[in-house]
């Protein structure tokens, strides 16, 4: 089953799946130009999930929340309930007071999977059994109600993130949301700016603050998510596309190709050049 709501006025598109076959995301090829969101749900048993070339074990009754420049695909598919929308229909950000997810749900490079119990299960079987109800009711009023369903699908999956991702001891969502900004300025600068030093001014804190902050919330460090953003980045371009190392060098701010690599290798235990001619899978579009 695939559903799908497009707004002929804002090119707008929500998208919905269950029991589909072949349902994946070529990033960098085949949908290069549909730039959509993902909320993907594993009621049925244990599987993996390639994301950007990696393989991870998606658990049964979880979800997992995906970037729109990810690609990713499923061992069984056919198992999965996923929502799509673009930021056309929906923009996270600009209505960031509404669900609160940005920074946290759609800006991270850790993927983030949320386990279910059985009452977050039994709401999102509801909620998707009213989304196959709306698509599949045509009226003055289908889009408005699509758009308030996604909200609460959005705000429902932060609430249950959130729940586990927090320390035990509750802390003020001011410094919670400290976090999702840091994120969300990795997210915008990640290309030019690598220090921390610039990320803590934009926030109008010190370095120091914001460490403590990630070490509250058992984070990696701010550093660390900086690197890492660097680094799925620089794995996208060699796994995905012909562009040069020294392209790939000054595309990602480095102004060396021999930092860039020790940089690179550091983090992977292989060079770049060895990144890119190791076995693969497969490779997106080829």
């Known amino acids: 089953m695939r559903l799908k709501l497009r707004e002929e006025n804002t090119n707008g598109e929500l998208l919905f799946f269950k029991e589909q076959t072949g349902f994946d995301r070529l990033s960098f090829t085949r949908d290069r130009f549909d730039k959509y969101f993902t909320i993907a749900w594993n009621p049925a048993e244990s599987q993996t999930i390639t994301i950007d070339g990696s393989a991870y074990d998606f658990?049964?009754?979880?979800?997992?929340?995906l970037l729109f420049n990810q690609s990713f695909s499923f061992e069984n598919s056919i198992n999965i309930?996923?929502?799509?929308?673009?930021?056309?229909?929906?923009?996270?950000?600009?209505?960031?007071s509404e669900v609160s997810c940005v920074g946290f749900l759609f800006s991270t490079t850790d993927h983030l999977?949320?386990?279910?119990?059985?009452?977050?299960?039994?709401k999102l079987?509801?909620?998707s059994d009213v989304f196959i109800e709306e698509f599949n009711t045509s009226d003055n009023i289908q889009n408005e109600m699509l758009l308030v369903l996604l909200k609460r699908l959005i705000s429902y999956v932060t609430r249950l993130a959130k729940l586990g991702?927090?320390?035990?001891?509750?802390?003020?969502?001011?410094?919670?949301?400290?976090?999702?900004k840091f994120n969300?300025?990795?997210?915008?600068?990640?290309?030019?700016?690598?220090?921390?030093?610039?990320?803590?001014?934009?926030?109008?804190?010190?370095?120091k603050t914001i460490s403590n902050l990630f070490a509250i919330f058992n984070q990696k460090t701010p550093s660390q998510i900086i690197q890492k953003r660097i680094v799925a980045e620089a794995k996208?371009?060699?796994?995905?596309?012909?562009?040069?190392i020294k392209h790939i060098t000054f595309e990602l701010g480095?102004?060396?190709v021999s930092y860039f690599s020790n940089f690179f290798k550091k983090n992977i235990g292989v060079s770049p050049s060895d990144f890119r001619n190791s076995p693969k899978e497969a490779k997106e579009g080829k």
């Open 165 to 180: 991702y927090a320390p035990v001891k509750r802390l003020p969502d001011e410094r919670f949301h400290i976090i999702r």
């Open 236 to 244: 996208r371009l060699l796994y995905y596309t012909d562009r040069s």
């Open 254 to 256: 480095f102004e060396d």
């Open 184 to 207: 969300l300025l990795v997210e915008a600068n990640f290309r030019s700016e690598h220090a921390v030093s610039f990320y803590a001014e934009q926030l109008c804190k010190s370095p």
């Open 59 to 65: 658990p049964k009754d979880s979800l997992v929340t």
């Open 81 to 96: 309930v996923a929502w799509q929308f673009n930021r056309e229909f929906y923009c996270i950000i600009d209505h960031d």
């Open 125 to 127: 079987q509801l909620l």
């Open 113 to 122: 999977f949320i386990k279910l119990n059985d009452e977050a299960k039994q």
